[in-house]
């Protein structure tokens, strides 16, 4: 075993280091990617901002050959919210930060063709970022900020990052089988 598996990483739930920065840093990601999450599933869900709101959204999925969009919809953002929360205050964070990597890099991939930059047509870049700092959040664990911190499942983030990203990746292949 390597190191990385042996001891806990800095910033991580069972970290015993005194130095602040890395648990700051993860709280602040957690903050911001949380809240981004509860925001797009509220809008999902109400359409707030001048944006079309669940049906919007459920046309949307439509176009890209989903079955059930309107209940495909309603799933995405009550896993938003509810994920979102859980970032928020730190409890099950990478595990909740699973589906809503797999949220963000079905948005990566529906908005390839719009290229990488933000223009008239789309872009994708954001999309990008987002399942790059919850990519982060399921390796790095919660940080010490976080109701994760201490318990045992989250002492090691690598190994629970695998289990996790395993579990994603059937839950994903299951919502396309039921709903493409």
Sequence with gaps: ???????????????EGTDPGPAIGLLLLRLVVGGLF????????????????????????????FTQPGLLATITAVVEIVAG?????????????????????AGVVFRFEEGLFLTDTG?????????????????????RFALDNG???FKFPLRSAIVFLALGGIITAVVLFLFR
């Design 1 to 15: 075993m390597d190191a990385s598996e042996t001891r806990p990483l800095p910033g991580s739930a069972g970290h």
């Design 38 to 65: 509860i925001a797009s599933g509220t809008e999902k869900f109400f359409g707030w901002a001048g944006t079309p709101g669940r049906e919007g959204f459920a046309d949307s999925l439509a176009g890209f050959g």
């Design 85 to 105: 929360l859980l970032l928020i205050i730190g409890l099950l964070s990478a595990l909740a930060a699973v589906p809503l990597l797999g949220i963000s890099v």
């Design 123 to 143: 872009g994708f870049a954001f999309e990008l970022l987002l399942a790059a700092a919850t990519a982060a959040l399921v390796f790095s664990g919660p940080g």
């Design 151 to 153: 318990r045992p499942y």
